[in-house]
């Protein structure tokens, strides 16, 4: 009797969502432009804006303290009084389900040095980001509740909460 074997779609899943193994040297060497584009939005620690990595830096050790960020939404489309969610979940797990690596921090760090030579804005807090490695195996150390995909929602009303160290729970915000 021959059997199939299944195929493991979470494991193929989680391969295609995980940063590779790249310096930032290595990655400079790539022409494809929209190959550099994937390999950016992989990194996790990189998918923040500028505003929250100046206030990582502005805040310093109160950006330590527990804090809770909740997503609304604060209109509905083409003035309908509802919005319905879809997708929150999924993506919150396709950030928060993969540990940050190693890799990750040194491409971050390399890339926010780059930056700087540039003149652009430099703030990066590597040891924020090494504590959650070495202290949290890579998972950042936030609670997170969203509400069920088809949730019917008024604007206004909490989508998402986010609890945990101030300024890694705002990491994700945008």
Do not use: C
């Amino acid at each position: 009797m021959k059997t199939t074997a299944s195929f493991d779609f979470e494991a193929y899943r989680a391969q295609e969502l995980m940063f590779p193994e790249i310096t930032y040297e290595e990655f400079e060497q790539i022409e494809d432009l929209e190959m550099r584009k994937r390999i950016v939005q992989k990194n996790k620690i990189m998918q923040t804006d500028t505003y929250n990595r100046t206030m990582t830096f502005l805040r310093g050790e109160k950006g330590k303290k527990e804090e809770v960020y909740t997503l609304t939404f604060r209109k509905a489309p083409n003035e309908n009084p509802y919005n319905i969610v879809y997708g929150v979940r999924s993506i919150v797990k396709g950030i928060l389900g993969l540990p940050v690596s190693q890799a990750e921090l040194d491409f971050a760090t390399a890339f926010y040095a780059v930056q700087k030579n540039k003149g652009g804005n430099s703030y990066f807090d590597r040891e924020m980001w090494q504590e959650v490695i070495d202290n949290n195996n890579g998972f950042l150390p936030l609670s997170i509740r969203a509400v069920d995909d088809g949730t019917v929602l008024k604007p206004g009303e909490p989508v998402m909460s986010i609890k945990g160290p101030g300024e890694l729970a705002a990491v994700y915000e945008p």
